[in-house]
Nanobody, 124 residues
Framework: QVQLVESGGGLVQAGGSLRLSCAAS????????MGWFRQAPGKEREFVAG????????NYGESVKGRFTISRDNAKNMVYLQMNSLKPEDTAVYYC?????????????????WGQGTQVTVSS
């Protein structure tokens, strides 16, 4: 098990950037693939990005490809989500998630460790 704490959310204008951070506890962080998901009011949780436990493989949801970048630093037990060219439709609560295994997946049910979420609001 890992405990996850997100930070870095806030209010930004359309076209701006934010960097989300996820701090993980525990000495086995490098054994977990990591993902970022988001959920807007009245909508289902949506896959944003995933990264393998070594960081060599990443994947992204279609709506964020080319704008968001996921990365990790296993020495610091950290995962990041760099968000550029933000749009009002990116407004949501963003969650960091971990799954024990090599590769990330886009399905939320395959992750069994979740953070509390951080709010991102993009104004038009």
């Amino acid at each position: 098990q890992v405990q996850l704490v997100e930070s870095g959310g806030g209010l930004v204008q359309a076209g701006g950037s934010l960097r989300l951070s996820c701090a993980a506890s525990g000495r086995t962080f490098s054994l977990y693939a990591m993902g970022w998901f988001r959920q807007a009011p009245g909508k289902e949780r949506e896959f944003v990005a995933g990264i393998s436990r070594t960081g060599r493989m990443t994947n992204y949801g279609e709506s964020v490809k080319g704008r968001f970048t996921i990365s990790r630093d296993n020495a610091k037990n950290m995962v990041y989500l760099q968000m550029n060219s933000l749009k009002p439709e990116d407004t949501a609560v963003y969650y960091c998630a971990a799954r024990y295994g090599v590769e990330p997946t886009s399905t939320s049910v395959s992750y069994n460790n979740w953070g509390q979420g951080t709010q991102v609001t993009v104004s038009s």
